[in-house]
């Protein structure tokens, strides 16, 4: 059985992450990550994932899977984007949801997506060395998927399911917001089911 850790203390995503790459984790172990959480000083939702796949592998000598994911509204310029998770300087998600809807009071446009990086780092192997011989460190194996989940900030909250901005965005194409579609619904459609999909091969390969 190979052990993979997901890098993040985030239970939520823990849980939605094991549903969305089911078949995919056969043979694999997934283990929460115990270690610090790294600062996240990237300036794209592609690096952040990086930061935080590479600290958990690098602490833990593990393959680690980690996302970056928020939303990014256009009429204020992707904001809160890579800041999302920490937009109310709480990282509380009510705060969260309701700083944004106060930004977005009285603004006609509000299209916005939910973006996701998904990234995946596998360690050399043990006594693996560089291209230049045993004084270099070989490098990690690193991969990243970016997806996005298209739709609306709607102007008042609606239902009680999924975390974060769900119960204000109503995807395109749809009439609910994403805290009132169905596990399997949002599972299938989600920014992060589409990056996770396409980053599901690779880490099937390692079992």
Known sequence: MTRVVLATHNAHKVAELQRILGASLVGIELV????PE???????????????????????????????????VDALDGAPGIHSARYAGT???????????????????????????????????????????????????????????????????AGSGGFGYDPIFRPDDETRSAAELTVAEKDSTSHRAQAFQALAPRIAALA
Do not use: Q
């Open 32 to 35: 929460t990550y115990d270690g």
């Open 38 to 72: 790294p600062v996240e000083d990237g300036d794209t939702f592609e690096a952040n994932a990086l930061i935080k796949a590479r600290a958990a592998s690098e602490y833990t000598g593990l393959p680690a899977i980690a996302d970056d994911s928020g939303i990014a």
């Open 91 to 157: 990282r509380d998600d009510t705060d969260n949801l309701e700083l944004l809807l106060t930004n977005l009071e009285g603004v006609a446009d509000r299209r916005a997506s939910f973006v996701c990086a998904a990234a995946l780092v596998v360690p050399p192997p043990t006594g693996a060395v560089g291209p230049d011989g045993p004084a270099e460190m070989a490098a990690s194996d690193e991969h990243v998927e970016l997806a996005t989940w298209p739709g609306t900030v709607l102007t008042e909250a």
